[in-house]
């Protein structure tokens, strides 16, 4: 079946370093994959995604690779802020199964310390 | 624009009781998640519906739960009788139909206290 690995949190950091969240996935079919990120007291939001191989998705200084000879997906920034806390999900949507559902990781919190 | 809407944004309630709860989803959007969050179980999706017909409610957890979605722009989602173990974070999620469900806009979640 389909399913999301994220790499467990929190993740701690001074602001300006630079962040990578590890995340795999498995699917049957051909994937879209999705950054969704959470602030504190707030629903998720979508960060940004990628629908093919080799597509890199990037939003707010924010990237991500597909890349299906390694089925990851892993979320980089080159220097966070403070207001980059918040819980990051890896997702994916297999176009191969027409239930539309998102299959979620489990979520990575990030807080970064000025 | 105003993005989903939900309410109430806080739930306390007694174990027994009977709760509701409601979302407004974005104008023209086709598709309608529940989702709930725990710190156990993390995001879980209760059902989905697809211009306004239930698609998957494999995820509901039992006959307590029910969801209606009586027409485009409102949906409820109801635990009876409430426990305990449904304390959670409930999100309303939609989603235009050209994205194929896949970009979802969640609302801000109803927080629920079951005493």
């Known amino acids: 079946g389909n399913s999301v690995t994220q790499m467990e949190g929190p993740v701690t950091l001074s602001e300006e370093a630079f962040l990578t969240i590890n995340c795999t996935y498995t699917a049957t079919g051909y994937p879209s994959l999705f950054w969704y990120v959470q602030y504190p007291g707030e629903g998720l939001q979508l960060l940004l995604k990628?629908?093919?191989?080799?597509d890199k998705g990037s939003n707010k200084g924010f990237e991500a690779t597909y890349r299906k000879e390694t089925t990851s997906f892993h979320l980089e920034k080159g220097s966070v802020q403070v207001s980059d806390s918040a819980v990051y999900f890896c997702?994916?949507?297999?176009?191969?199964?027409?239930?539309?559902?998102?299959?979620f990781g489990s979520g990575t919190r990030l807080l970064v310390r000025p | 624009d105003a993005g989903v809407i939900q309410s109430p944004r806080h739930e306390v309630t007694e174990m027994g009781q009977e709760v509701t709860l409601r979302c407004k989803p974005i104008s023209g959007h086709d598709y309608l998640f529940w989702y709930r969050q725990t710190m156990m179980r993390g995001l879980e999706l209760l059902i989905y519906f697809n211009n306004n017909v239930p698609i998957d409610d494999s995820g509901m957890p039992e006959d307590r739960f029910s969801a209606k979605m009586p027409n485009a722009s409102f949906s409820t989602l109801k635990i009876q009788p409430s426990e305990p173990r449904d304390s959670a974070v409930y999100f309303c999620?939609?989603?235009?139909?050209?994205?194929?469900?896949?970009?979802?806009?969640f609302g801000p979640g109803t927080r629920l206290l079951v005493l």
């Open positions: 997702a994916l949507s297999d176009r191969m199964d027409s239930s539309y559902k998102l299959i």
């Open positions: 990628a629908t093919k191989a080799d």
């Open positions: 999620a939609s989603s235009p139909m050209g994205s194929g469900g896949e970009t979802q806009y």
